[in-house]
């Protein structure tokens, strides 16, 4: 079931608590390196303010532990979002308590507030409902667009929700949902999920989900060597887990699943050494895989050309070595090519989502989720606590 969004409920005149995912990155200065999701967030805010309502914005930043760090303050967040919004935005110097609460109740609308780091209090990740109860006591409305944090039963975003008589998402968390859901329940077919990443521990869940839903598994990246060793070839130095080789065998004997026909090896895997291009069957035992080889790219463009939906989750080599690129960028490329041509393609996983900036590819996908840890559980087939709690349409 589809759930309840901001512009199902009559949200005008009102404090609303919107729970974001501001956790960006900071340098040493406090500067924000990439605000991806201070933007994403705005088509929410703007709409609230649109319609009189005041935002009482709240995140967490980082990982504190329960306590107050200046160096993870959502300060400079502050800042950035009224820079996109071109308004001032109050900052609250805590996200509960007396002077919030004084903050928070002389508000007018067109006022935005953006509370302090809510993980500066050890309750927020506890799940702890009286924090969560004080929290919900600053507004009438609760509004989750937070799908980066979905997959946490923390105060602001399972808890809180039972306070509130219609939770719902904004924006954001709605298109999440929609892209995720529509690619799992209902897809476009040839539905081709493409997984890599270093570690099969990381993807296991979510290959043993995807081989009932997809026509055709592509498996990259390092995970592929531990396939590969289950499938009794020597894999050189090459990324193993021999704790799942057994599990690999069984994934290996699906008729759906792709393997990598060759690779990129290298002597080196912190900085760019020479390369050879071999067969699977020919990796040699001094050296270490770091990319897919060159008819494994033609391989697997063919069949990223002829899928109507494509799901991405993770790199097929250690592309931050432009060396140990080539793989990656082509793979980015056909599925950015195959988007054009009218596929619906859903990338996920912090590190596909850089390599999509490194190549410039980002605008030209269907959709960028926002969420690593939250796209993977939800690949995975797990129930998220933050989509859970919010109340169906």
Known sequence: MPKLS?????????????????????????????????????????????????????????RPKGKVDPKQSLRPAAIRLGEFLKRGVKFAPDCVGPEVKKIVDSLKPGDILLLENLRFHPEEEKNDPNFAKEL?????????????????????????????????CGFLMEKELKYLEGALRNPQRPLLAVIGGAK??????????LLDKVDNLVIGGGMCFTFYKANGLD??????????????????????????????????????????????????????????GEKSISQI?????????????????????????????AI????????????????????????LEKFNLKSKISHVSTGGGASLEYLEGKELPGVKVLKDK
């Not at 919107?18 to 705005?42: A, G, W, Y």
């Not at 009438?140 to 667009?145: A, F, G, L, V």
Request: aromatic share 8%; with cysteine; hydrophobic share 40%.
């Open 6 to 62: 901001v512009k199902d409920l009559p949200i005008k005149g009102k404090k609303i608590f919107l729970r974001v995912d501001f956790n960006v990155p900071l340098d040493e200065n406090q500067n924000i390196t990439d605000d991806t999701r201070i933007k994403e967030s705005l088509p929410t805010i703007e709409y609230i303010l649109q319609n009189g309502s005041i935002p009482i914005i709240a995140s967490h930043l980082g």
């Open 136 to 168: 919900a006591s600053l507004a009438e409305i609760y509004i989750d667009d937070a799908f980066g944090s979905a997959h946490r039963a923390h105060a602001s975003v399972e808890a809180i929700a039972h306070y509130f008589e219609y939770p719902a």
């Open 200 to 209: 099969v521990s990381t993807k296991i869940g979510v290959l043993k989900n």
């Open 235 to 292: 894999i050189g130095k090459s990324l193993c887990e021999d704790e799942f080789l057994t599990e690999a065998i069984g994934i290996l004997n699906n008729p759906k699943v792709y393997l990598p026909v060759d690779v990129v090896i290298a002597t080196d895997i912190k900085s760019a050494t020479p390369t050879k291009n071999v067969d699977v069957k020919t990796i040699f035992q001094d050296h270490y895989g770091v990319d897919i």
């Open 301 to 329: 463009g063919n069949l990223i050309k002829k899928a109507k939906t494509i799901v991405w989750n993770g790199p097929m080599g250690i592309f931050e070595i432009d060396a140990y690129a080539k793989g990656t960028e």
């Open 332 to 355: 980015a490329k056909a599925v950015a090519d195959a988007t054009t041509k009218g596929a619906i393609s859903i990338v996920g996983g912090g590190d596909s989502v850089a390599a």
